[in-house]
């Protein structure tokens, strides 16, 4: 029943989030077109935490994906807004489990994976990004966005320390001091690109956010 509610309840929710970072989600996914010209073949993608599916109509037509979710409620609004956004593509498969492991996804199978606002919430980023590594193809990319901790020392970062542990208790798990940042620079991707911006949003703990994309 919360899984229900929370599937039914978010998805309007975070297509509104997504409208306040249209303009970041397109140069973020701006590389995927890219990589679908270099690799002259329709991408398989995997998007993990993909909840109801806010980021498909950026994807390069045809694509084939692979969603990792575990709210098993999402999949009916994944597919609808797949159907609205993006009909060209193709739901592979979809797996209700987390992203720390995913044992369903052979080694090496896909050419993107994306992740735009769950490593704030994940139980274990480290483990997160290895299974990321390890799904990849040699020199896939991983495209993130993420709201994350300010600068160390700041009177923000305290704040956001002070305040992450209520915070989870509120909202399943979200860290406001999200350290994806650091641990992105040290997860074994060959390169890691990222962009800062600030989210034009009422509140000022989650204002400092980033995307970028990683090389395998
Ligand atoms: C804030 S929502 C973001 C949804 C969507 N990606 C977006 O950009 O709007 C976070 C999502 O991550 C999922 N999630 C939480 N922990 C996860 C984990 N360990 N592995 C995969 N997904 C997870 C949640 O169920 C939820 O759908």
Redesign the pocket.
């Known amino acids: 029943m919360g899984q229900r509610f929370s599937a039914w309840f978010?998805n309007p929710f975070?297509k509104s989030?997504?409208n306040n970072v249209k303009n970041e989600k397109a140069l973020l996914f701006d590389s995927m077109t890219q990589l679908r010209e270099t690799l002259d073949r329709d991408l398989v993608i995997c998007e993990?935490?993909?909840?109801s599916g806010?980021?498909y109509k950026h994807y390069p037509p045809r694509s084939k994906l692979i969603c990792?979710?575990?709210?098993q409620y999402?999949r009916s609004y994944l597919e609808e807004n797949i159907r609205t956004t993006n009909p060209s593509l193709t739901l592979k498969d979809f797996v209700c489990g987390?992203?720390?492991s995913m044992p369903g996804i052979d080694n090496e199978c896909v050419d993107a994976v994306v992740c735009?606002?769950?490593l704030c919430?994940?139980?274990n980023q480290k483990e997160?990004l290895s299974e990321v590594l390890r799904i990849l193809r040699p020199d896939g990319q991983f495209y993130f966005m993420e709201h994350v901790a300010d600068q160390p020392g700041t009177f923000r970062r305290k704040m956001q320390n002070t305040f992450t542990p209520a915070w989870k208790l509120l909202t399943g798990n979200c860290h406001l001091n999200n350290n994806a940042r650091a641990v992105l620079q040290d997860a074994g991707f060959k390169s890691v690109r990222t962009t800062d911006f600030t989210y034009r949003s009422m509140l000022w703990l989650i204002r400092p956010w980033m995307f970028g994309v990683a090389t395998k």
Do not use: D, H, Q, Y
Not at 48 to 51: H, Q
Not at 68 to 71: A, S, Y
């Open positions: 978010m975070c989030i997504n993990i935490g993909a909840r806010v980021n990792v979710e575990p709210n999402s987390f992203a720390e735009t606002l769950v919430c994940v139980k997160v």
